[in-house]
């Protein structure tokens, strides 16, 4: 599918023309640093909340930061109007371009990873991948690195891997609401260890954790906390096999911070809340992550 030019009207019939002559002026490239060193803002869930969105724009030219990196349950979502009307499943290309718009007029790009309570079938019918695993959203802005990416900004290795277990899918709707996509597959862990190659990574980007946040206890729910921690066990084994020394990562809407040993060495894990958290200064709903150095600093304290 090309992606949508100007005087093409979106899904709901909106024209595009205005945003996407702004965010297209950038030119087809891949959202990253060009530079050998950069600060990029490390953002958890946003869960398509575009006044936060926009406010990380603004937190990411404040702080020095290129672009941004978003850890899952970003928005891709379906448009709602179109299910509703039409009963059909389509992603919200409007509130896509809405993101790029936001991106554009701060200047900032945007790197996302999937959650669980993403539309993964839908995102990728819509967009297609690339060697490394990235989909372009709107080129030059905004991209997501689907599970297994690998890429080398600022010298640095990254690999992605999203998805998790909404603990709250009883109450969602298959196919509308809730994906069975969102668990990580073996095969996903084999894709991300195939691209890490030999060398392996320095940073895994994954929604959920190689840990539960201490803060947290597992769900009571036996058959929910099973699949919880199977989900964690497969973080673990991405880990094990790629060998990064940090991991960052969003879904549990809690700020946390451990450090773990591998067979290959310490690893830092470095988890982040949600937009739900945003009202908290001390929430570490984000941070800025330094390349190469791997230092994240919590610029709200
Ligand atoms: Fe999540």
Redesign the pocket.
Known sequence: MRHPRAHDVDMTGNPYHCVVASWQQRGACVPGPRAATARVLIAG?THGNLDWIGTLCKLAVRHGCEGIIQL??FGLWPNMRVLRSENRAVINHGWLTAVAERCTTHGVWMRVID???DAHPLARDAFPVDDAGIRSLRDGVLDWADRGAVWTWCGVRFGALGG?VSIDRQSRVEGRSWWPTEVITGEQIDALEDRAGAQGLDILLT?DSPVLPGSLRPLSDPVMAADCARSIRCVIDAVARTRPTVVLH??YHVGHRAVLDFAHGSVRVDGFASDEESHDPHGRSWGVLELPSLGIVDAWR
């Open positions: 869930d899952g349950d959650g669980n309570h998790g929604h969003g879904h």
